[in-house]
């Protein structure tokens, strides 16, 4: 079974940068749109950013367009997602898992982000 695990995340100042990574095992996680995901306290889960399973086309949600680039390396089982011009309203515990819930994989544990002056 696949198993993710996601790091990267730590504390910066509003305007600085952060590069998250997802490490995947099992041999289908190619064949995934794959997410990232984040949540914050008192809040929903949500989709920020996905990219499809060759890595040709990545969708934003429209609070981190510009700002956040996913890219994916196949080869390596990595999904990665840039952040630049962090906000403190980027702060949250991100996770990547599939884009879709009727491919979703156990959640790993996250790694928490957090933009704070």
């Known amino acids: 079974q696949v198993q993710l695990v996601e790091s990267g995340g730590g504390l910066v100042q509003p305007g600085e940068s952060l590069r998250l990574s997802c490490a995947a095992s099992?041999?289908?996680?190619?064949?995934?749109?794959m997410g990232w995901y984040r949540q914050a306290p008192g809040k929903q889960r949500e989709l920020v950013a996905s990219?499809?399973?060759?890595?040709?086309?990545?969708n934003y949600v429209d609070s981190v367009k510009g700002r956040f680039t996913i890219s994916r390396d196949n080869a390596k089982k990595t999904v990665y997602l840039q952040m630049d011009s962090l906000k403190p309203e980027d702060t949250a515990v991100y996770y990547c898992?599939?884009?879709?819930?009727?491919?979703?994989?156990?959640w790993g544990q996250g790694t928490q982000v957090t933009v704070s002056s």
């Open positions: 898992n599939t884009d879709a819930s009727w491919t979703r994989l156990p």
């Open positions: 099992g041999s289908i996680f190619s064949s995934y749109t």
């Open positions: 990219i499809t399973s060759g890595g040709a086309y990545g």
